[in-house]
């Protein structure tokens, strides 16, 4: 009997002890697993640093299953197309990562699952996981036409799908090559051409005229006008001292319907029938459209702004803004989500770059729900339509004459404050059932009509022939 108590005794001592070690085997796991999550992503953990030569992981497509960026044998991740080096991003053990590789890099390493169950796994399961492919939404032949067309002069070209927001070209000039910033990295950073810079979704630049279609859609909305109302401007109108003329714009000087102010652009209408809607109302359509606010968007985007957060909001500042210039800045991406309100009906389609998840080839889901908001009505969104396809109609864009192809557009030539214009052209097209929408800018280029227009031109002609 005194020995069974012994070995009972023991026996409680064992396990006693071995509680006690799994207790602090747990507690260190909840310290470095849970409290300490910091370190997951400092560049001394050797599973970050691991993370830049991971040969399983996944790969980077566009729609038609090219490989943009993967993982060669020897642990190098390679990139094959320097037009979409601002989406796909980069990925080094120096410079971190952005694009693409940053915001899906849970899905291309294959990340362990989070938890207590995941953690106490990946202790003891050290089997390096299999990361999926992204695929994304970009068409090969859209994205090469906007390339090609932009050519080597700064600026953007941006093309969605406004039926369901897919991405179907973005480009961003100058590019580079992410596989060489372990050798141009210092060079690149210091470079004052920005060329890591996204200009489709971070470049903030004057609209110009093209932002006359929010402003159209405010007048229109609010009953200040309708497309038939008469307007005249005598060579220039005056508001509170600041003159804004009309006579270097085709039909500018005389009398014509607002429709025609809209089709030839003319500043001096805008700017008065703009102090009639009020600051009240070119903030709530603009609002409405997207500015103050950042892009929900796949890649990190600028938030476009109606003027500046000091700004004195005088008439004189609202009367300029209202035919593009004052304070206003907006990014591409941005303009192209005005042209795809107009050609959707007026419901946005939340811009997305990805289409699904796979691995060896099967689909795994989607990686971005489908998200829409009514930003004007059906009604607004058809008269704005017929207005975008006036200037078209009207020889204000000719670059974007297609054979048998009805298109919207808007140009826009913006101050650019040293003397030059951006050019601007923001367009949809087949005009009856819209299936592109785009949006151009060329850093200094000049007039929206003869330089942005014909690059629209081009991928609106890839995009109609897929």
Same mark, same amino acid.
């Given at each position: ?13 064992? !396990? ?58 020897? !642990? ?19 410079? @971190? ?110 609209? @110009? ?25 005598? @060579? ?162 000719? !670059? ?16 650019? !404050? ?49």
């Amino acid at each position: 009997m005194i020995a069974l108590n012994g070995f009972a005794r023991r026996l409680s001592a064992t !396990g006693t002890a071995s509680l006690a070690v799994l207790l602090v085997f747990f507690c260190a796991l909840a310290y470095w697993q849970v409290f300490r999550t910091d370190l997951a992503g400092d560049d001394r953990n050797p599973r970050v640093l691991s993370a830049f030569y991971d040969p399983g992981r996944g790969s980077i497509l566009d729609r038609d299953g090219n490989i943009l960026a993967e993982t060669l044998g020897d !642990g190098t991740r390679q990139y094959y197309d320097a037009s979409t080096a601002h989406l796909v991003g980069y990925l080094d053990p120096r410079f @971190g990562s952005q694009g693409v590789e940053l915001a899906f890099h849970s899905v291309l390493s294959g990340a362990v699952p989070s938890g207590w169950a995941g953690a106490f796994r990946a202790e003891f399961d050290r089997s390096r996981p299999k990361g999926s492919d992204v695929v994304l939404t970009i068409a090969p032949d859209v994205q090469a036409a906007a390339a090609i067309a932009l050519g080597a002069r700064s600026g953007a070209v941006v093309a969605l799908d406004p039926r369901n927001g897919e991405v179907l070209a973005m480009v961003s000039v100058p590019t580079y090559d992410p596989g060489a910033l372990a050798i141009h990295g210092d060079g690149l950073f210091a470079d004052a051409t920005s060329p890591l810079l996204n200009r489709a979704t971070q470049g903030l630049y004057p609209p @110009g005229s093209t932002f006359k279609t929010v402003t159209a859609a405010g007048i229109l909305e609010r009953g200040i006008a309708t497309p038939e109302t008469i307007v005249t401007c005598p @060579g220039e109108i005056v508001i509170d001292g600041f003159p804004i003329s009309c006579k270097n714009t085709p039909q500018g000087v005389g009398t014509y319907p607002f429709k025609s102010a809209f089709t030839f652009s003319v500043n001096a209408i805008f700017a008065q029938l703009g102090v009639k809607l009020g600051w009240a109302g070119l903030t709530d359509i603009a609002r409405r459209f997207g500015f103050d606010s950042q892009i929900p968007f796949t890649l990190e985007t600028a938030k476009s702004q109606i003027h500046g957060p000091d700004a004195e909001t005088t008439t004189v500042l609202l009367a300029t803004t209202a035919f593009g210039q004052g304070e206003l800045l907006a990014t591409p991406l941005q303009m192209a989500e005005i042209a795809a309100v107009v050609a959707n009906g007026g419901t946005l389609a939340q811009p997305r770059l990805t289409l699904r998840e796979q691995r060896d080839g099967r689909s795994l889901g989607s990686l971005e729900p489908a998200v829409s908001r009514r930003v004007i009505s059906a009604e607004l969104a058809s008269i704005l339509r017929e207005f975008m396809v006036s200037v078209v109609q009207n020889g204000q864009a000719a !670059g974007v004459n297609l054979p048998g192809v009805v298109v919207g557009g808007k140009t826009g030539t913006a101050e650019a !404050g040293d003397g030059t214009s951006h050019a601007w052209f923001i367009a949809f097209a087949p005009a009856e059932a819209p299936r592109i929408a785009v949006a151009v800018v060329v850093e200094h280029g000049g007039q929206g009509g003869s330089v942005a227009s014909p690059i629209a031109g081009q991928v609106i002609r890839a995009a109609l022939a897929r």
